[in-house]
């Protein structure tokens, strides 16, 4: 609490100051958030062990900053309900398998889910990311394996279907199921007006029927009456599909703050990076994969993984299929096509900028790992931190062009 001794013509200046101490405050605890975070599932990723001091830490940090951040002025004085706590466990999935006739979804998948966590589920279209909430959820069972689901959960799940909307119910009744002209949002009573403003709908639309709404504003009604649900677990199945830029705005700062388990389907990639913990990556071949962190750490961590399966020609065995298959000579020049020069110096490049940056991002890992820097230091911290986020930055761009001309190298060869 801070307090002014003078008059209040002095107040407005000295309430300014202070809110741009505070927001300057919270801005260096937030980056020091995100390197603990970085540095703390990548020793998990290198050792497989958790440092239980960091991880204290980290907690603390976050509670602080949600303390911070609670306390200041918001344009959007919504939240997520995220009802009553649940269990520590909220599922244990343990060597599971799903297949659909002769085609594998996933196999032999293990990894625990735990209050709080931020699971994303990543992959191409068809790889049965949706499948693989479902059996998370228990509504379809494994082939192989088991799931035990933890104790008090209220889960919530919006799919990609977007189903629940009758198209002649107004904007309205779909707000107020139970009738009346209020919501109950985050345990207090908030006017129907009030909450469908925050979701950018006009007043003057309240009355109009649900078949006059465009698609993306069905999307943004079908949100606002889930999110006004109490739910402990929130599972997402492509909640960004046609929202336009405000709304996702507004959708990112209601999970952000949601301290309930969040489990998100998304192609979005910023969206991803933003909000999740873990990502689950499926690549449409029955393989899976978890990684710490949001989409930029999987791909770090698993490049090619998601790439197409090579041609029957660049998996089969050399041998009389493969005779059979050559043309003579019209085919021979293909065989012995290669990168151009361009893209050839490049790949040297970028193989080279991937055995150096990780060094480099290792070096400001050691500096920033230093707990007292911050304290200690703000200035040597924002460097090592621009430093860091710059070689990572360098980093994955490399990395997305190395997967791009190995891709290609691939194809001419074949």
Avoid: C
């Avoid at 405050?25 to 990723?45: Q, V």
């Avoid at 960091?54 to 995220?82: C, F, H, I, T």
């Avoid at 986020?389 to 190395?402: I, P, V």
Wanted: glycine letters at 8%; aromatic letters at 6%; zero cysteines.
């Amino acid at each position: 609490m801070r307090t002014l001794n003078k008059g209040f013509v002095e107040f407005d200046d000295w309430a300014a100051k202070v809110m741009e101490e505070e927001a300057e405050s919270l801005r260096r605890l937030t980056k020091r958030i995100e390197a603990e975070t970085y540095t703390f599932y990548r020793s998990i990723t290198a050792q497989r062990t958790r440092n239980e001091g960091r991880a204290r830490a980290l907690q603390q940090m976050r509670l602080d900053r949600a303390e911070r951040v609670k306390d200041l002025p918001r344009e959007l004085n919504l939240g997520v309900d995220s009802g009553a706590v649940s269990g520590k466990l909220v599922a244990d999935i343990k060597g599971v398998s799903k297949a659909f006739g002769d085609r594998t979804i996933f196999k032999n998948l293990t990894t625990r889910i735990i209050r709080g966590d931020r699971l994303a589920i990543v992959g191409p279209n068809g790889a049965g990311k949706t499948t693989l909430v479902k059996v998370l959820l228990g509504e379809l069972a494994p082939d192989e394996g088991a799931v035990r689901m933890g104790a008090n959960l209220e889960p919530l799940y919006l799919d990609q279907s977007r189903e629940g909307l009758k198209s002649d119910m107004t904007l309205w009744d779909a707000l107020t199921p139970g009738g009346g002209d209020s919501i109950l949002v985050r345990g207090r009573s908030m006017h129907v007006a009030a909450y469908a403003k925050d979701f950018l709908f006009q007043e003057a639309q309240l009355k109009q029927p649900i078949s006059t709404l465009s698609g993306g504003e069905r999307n943004r009604l079908l949100l606002a009456r889930a999110l006004a649900q109490p739910a402990n677990l929130l599972i997402l199945d492509e909640p960004t599909n046609d929202l336009d830029m405000d709304t996702l705005e507004k959708l990112e700062e209601l999970l952000e703050s949601y301290d309930g388990t969040l489990i998100l389907v998304s192609h979005d990639r910023d969206f991803v990076d933003r909000l999740a913990t873990s990502t689950i990556a499926l690549n449409g071949r029955g393989d899976v994969v978890e990684t710490p962190g949001g989409w930029q750490d999987f791909l770090r961590q698993n490049p090619g993984f998601l790439a197409p399966p090579p041609t029957h020609a660049e998996a089969a065995p050399s041998g009389t299929r493969r005779i059979e298959k050559a043309e003579p000579s019209d085919r021979a020049p293909k065989k012995q096509a290669k990168l151009s020069y361009k893209d050839a110096r490049r790949l040297e490049e970028v193989e080279k900028l991937m055995e150096t940056l990780p060094v480099e991002i290792a070096r400001q890992d050691a500096v920033l790992a230093d707990p007292d820097l911050y304290a200690r230091d703000p200035a040597a911290f924002d460097r090592a931190m621009k430093a860091a986020e710059k070689a990572r930055a360098e980093l994955e761009a490399a990395e997305l062009d190395w997967l791009e001309l190995e891709e290609k190298k691939a194809d001419l060869a074949g």
